[in-house]
Each structure stands twice: as structure tokens, then as C-alpha cells.
């Protein structure tokens, strides 16, 4: 699914079962809160903090796309047309980083 299609999804799902958007203030909020849940699970799992048996149920997948929904959510009730946008950075760092990664001593 490409993220125009994406954002479409999102919007008649809270069109059909949010009610309404929440506020771009308290989406902040969420978003702020659901990396978090994704960090939490990677640096237990993967890095160097022991995971709790609490967590080892936590699905990261589920955590990354609940990240997605609400940046979906962001950008639709800011006007923002993700995918143009996407492709726009896309196209800027391939021109900005096509040799700077290849190049890099730490990367070897």
C-alpha cells in the first residue's frame, strides 16, 4: 500500500470509527508515547537493558505501525500529501548522500 493510500485508510477509518481527529497538540502527545513503546522494546531487546518478561510479549511490528498511524494522522489533518513529501526527501537524500555513506570510515 503506498502512503497516499495509506493516509486515505486512516481518514475513513477515523471518519467511520474515531469520531474525529484528535487534536494536532494531543496527536503529538501519541506519537511522542508510541516511539517511546518502540524504544523501550528495542533497547531491551537489542540492546544492552535486560527485557522484562513484560515485555517480551510486545510486538515490535504492532509498536511501528501504531508510529505510522499516527504520523498518517499528523499529516492528514495538516494538509500534508505524505507520499509527495516522501518522494521530495527520498529525492534530496539520494543527491545529498549518494556517496557520503560509501565514504564514511565509521560505516567499514
Do not use: P
Not at 470509527?17 to 506519537?31: D, K, P, S
Not at 516511539?35 to 535486560?50: D, K, M, T
Not at 509498536?63 to 494538509?79: I, K, P, R, S, Y
Amino acid at each position: 500500500m503506498d502512503i497516499k493510500k495509506s493516509q486515505l485508510v486512516v481518514d475513513n477509518w477515523i471518519k467511520e470509527h474515531g469520531v474525529r481527529y484528535f487534536n494536532e497538540l494531543t496527536n503529538m502527545a501519541q506519537l511522542t508515547e508510541e516511539v517511546g513503546e518502540v524504544a523501550r522494546i528495542i533497547a531491551r531487546r537489542y540492546g544492552e537493558q535486560s527485557e522484562k518478561e513484560s515485555d517480551k510479549a510486545k510486538d515490535l511490528g504492532e509498536e511501528l505501525a501504531d508510529v505510522v498511524f499516527v504520523v498518517l494522522c499528523l499529516a492528514n489533518q495538516t494538509g500534508i500529501d505524505l507520499q509527495a513529501a516522501f518522494d521530495k526527501k527520498m529525492d534530496v537524500k539520494t543527491k545529498r548522500d549518494h556517496n557520503r555513506h560509501h565514504n564514511n570510515e565509521k560505516l567499514k
